[in-house]
């Protein structure tokens, strides 16, 4: 075991301070990766504060990890000393049942473990990337084939990235389509640069009018404000695809009236509270699909690094020192980031 600098936190209602964890030593399959930046997630604020209810103390959060293999195990085959690395939100699977096997580890139906707050279904704690080193098994590991320089932006495309990707690609979004995205904020700015960059037509729904020029910066076709009434109704039965990235419980029947025949809106936000539920009428008489999507695959996750460095393609960031973590919760809170809040560990030193 080798002890390493951390930041976690001890109970839902304190802020997360510094603190020293034991990382194994690498094993004949493990990888061990000095963090070099770690993105902030939501999800990293639900589980400090317990807002799931199952969060595991102390709790180092952070599922969104690139840095530098500093020691490999006698088994890996896949990466060498001093290349670049990445680990999303998954250390570990069961490895057997058969979403495992048609490479869905973010489906096991044994539940995967995560790479902070342990199993899904119960287990021993696991500590994330707020912290200075990580060791994971090698088929949990991502390579990492942006330029150096652009790693801190590449950080959130662990989660960020893949959660947008992975129904995209699922749909088949491609050129040819009209696709909307919901909501411009760390999932829809990614959401709007993937759909862009696979040939559809973009249109980005906000119900904000000041978003509306880094809306088309970032890819997209056309700006809709969702509270406009008369804006939404000229929308009516054209999209293909609808990914709706708000976590906020809103009212969806609006934009399942935009669906073509046969249209899919998918939801990758988990709101604190229940949406209201959708009139099943516009989804029978259209034929219409109300989907659900969770992250993706070490291999489909791998194809989305190497899509986005193909493409140029990293996130809008803002790097923070790690002692800024607190503040940086406040802020996310508050909408107060473009658009993804990335920790320079070296801070941590």
């Known amino acids: 075991m080798s002890s390493v600098k951390a930041y976690a936190a001890q109970a839902a ?81 069961c490895g057997h049942c ?14 995967f473990t995560g790479t902070y707050n342990g199993p899904v279904f119960g287990g021993e704690n696991t500590y994330g990337g707020y912290s200075q080193r990580i060791v994971v098994k090698e088929s949990f590991v991502l390579k990492i084939s942006h330029n150096e320089k652009d790693l801190a932006s590449v950080a959130p495309l662990l989660c960020a990235g893949i959660t947008t990707y992975s129904p995209l690609r699922h749909w088949k979004v491609g050129p040819g389509m009209t696709v909307g995205i919901v909501g411009l904020g760390g999932l829809g700015h990614m959401g709007v640069k993937l759909a862009h960059a696979m040939g559809a037509h973009v249109v980005l729904f906000t119900t904000s009018p000041g978003k509306m020029e880094d809306a088309k910066r970032l890819g997209a ?65 259209k034929r219409r699909s109300l989907a659900g999507s969770l992250i993706g695959g070490i291999a489909e996750t791998q194809e989305m690094l190497d899509f986005c460095a193909e493409h140029g393609i990293g996130s809008d960031i803002e790097v923070i020192p790690m002692d800024y973590v607190n503040t940086a919760y406040e802020r996310m809170l508050k909408s107060d980031v473009k658009y993804r809040f990335v920790i320079d560990m070296a801070s941590l030193k």
């Not at 963090?35 to 999800?43: A, D, E, F, K």
């Not at 399942?256 to 509270?273: A, C, F, I, S």
């Open 221 to 285: 076709d056309e700006v809709v404000i969702s509270k406009d009434a008369q804006q939404m109704a000229k929308q009516a039965n054209r999209f293909d695809f609808i990914l709706n990235t708000v976590a906020a419980p809103h009212d969806i029947n609006g934009f399942l009236q935009l669906l073509k025949r046969d249209g899919t809106m998918t939801l990758v936000g988990v709101p604190e509270h229940p949406h209201p539920s959708p009139e099943v009428a516009s989804l029978i008489f």
């Open 98 to 111: 058969s979403s495992c096997h048609e490479g869905e580890e973010q489906y096991c139906e044994n539940g």
């Open 13 to 93: 209602d304190t802020p997360l301070a510094p603190f020293q964890l034991d990382r194994r030593e690498p094993g004949p399959e493990d990888v061990q990766i000095d963090i070099l930046y770690c993105g902030v997630c939501h999800s990293d604020l639900h589980t400090a504060r317990n807002e799931w209810h199952n969060t595991l103390y102390p709790s180092v959060p952070g599922h969104e990890i690139v840095g530098r293999v500093t020691a490999v195990g006698s088994a890996v085959s896949k990466f060498k000393v001093g290349e670049l690395a990445g680990v999303g939100c998954m250390v570990d699977s």
